[in-house]
T-cell receptor
Framework: TQLLEQSPQFLSIQEGENLTVYCNSS?????LQWYRQEPGEGPVLLVT?????EVKKLKRLTFQFGDARKDSSLHITAAQPGDTGLYLC???????????FGTGTQLKVEL | DTGVSQNPRHKITKRGQNVTFRCDPI?????LYWYRQTLGQGPEFLTY????????KSRLLSDRFSAERPKGSFSTLEIQRTEQGDSAMYLC????????????FGSGTRLTVV
């Protein structure tokens, strides 16, 4: 059983469309992070959310941490081909320092 | 700051051979982590160090796997008697003490066991 479930698993959209990726758990997390990974490279940290209900914006990306700190979402406005990649949520189970990663969402944005 | 460096980037080995990977973390980062990732999946935790001390090992890490971080700087991950199931991307990451606030990953070592 995965601690962090992401949906959808795959997403293929046209340039200019909006999309939302979800990260859900039955456990409470002290913080959640989102990473983006390109083929053959390591994940790159996009954002860390630490407060229930928190919303953070990074240009066209909006991240939200659920009030109960069990879920998070990533919304991309007007997607571009450069947004293509594997999106991963991650958090420290039990408030420790090691991260557990979600199942991943593979996003493809086509022209 | 050159980030986290991993070598080699790619390794092809025959089943039964031993392999060793190296990770050079960001110099001021106390914590160093090893993860394994298969295609399209999220990384799975293997082990982590705080300075030179190995603080936790996953149950995924069989006796064939060993990791070291002498002097609290670079780390090595060795796999003995490789099996085809060991084929994966091996990722190293480092962080300051508050690892839960974010890791910096290296580009990984892609291992193929034939």
């Amino acid at each position: 059983t995965q601690l962090l479930e992401q949906s959808p698993q795959f997403l293929s959209i046209q340039e200019g469309e909006n999309l939302t990726v979800y990260c859900n758990s039955s456990s409470v997390f002290s913080s959640l992070q989102w990473y983006r990974q390109e083929p053959g490279e390591g994940p790159v940290l996009l954002v860390t959310v630490v407060t229930g209900g928190e919303v953070k914006k990074l240009k066209r990306l909006t991240f939200q941490f659920g009030d109960a700190r069990k879920d998070s979402s990533l919304h991309i406005t007007a997607a571009q081909p450069g947004d293509t990649g594997l999106y991963l949520c991650a958090g420290p189970p039990g408030g420790g320092n090691k991260l557990t990663f979600g199942t991943g969402t593979q996003l493809k944005v086509e022209l | 700051d050159t980030g986290v460096s991993q070598n080699p980037r790619h390794k092809i080995t025959k089943r039964g051979q031993n392999v060793t990977f190296r990770c050079d973390p960001i110099s001021e980062h106390n914590r160093l982590y090893w993860y394994r990732q298969t295609l399209g999946q999220g990384p799975e935790f293997l082990t982590y160090f705080q300075n030179e001390a190995q603080l936790e090992k996953s149950r995924l890490l069989s006796d064939r796997f060993s990791a070291e971080r002498p002097k609290g700087s670079f780390s090595t991950l060795e796999i003995q008697r490789t099996e085809q199931g060991d084929s994966a991307m091996y990722l190293c990451a480092s962080s300051l003490l508050q690892g839960a606030l974010g890791y910096t990953f290296g580009s990984g070592t892609r291992l193929t066991v034939v």
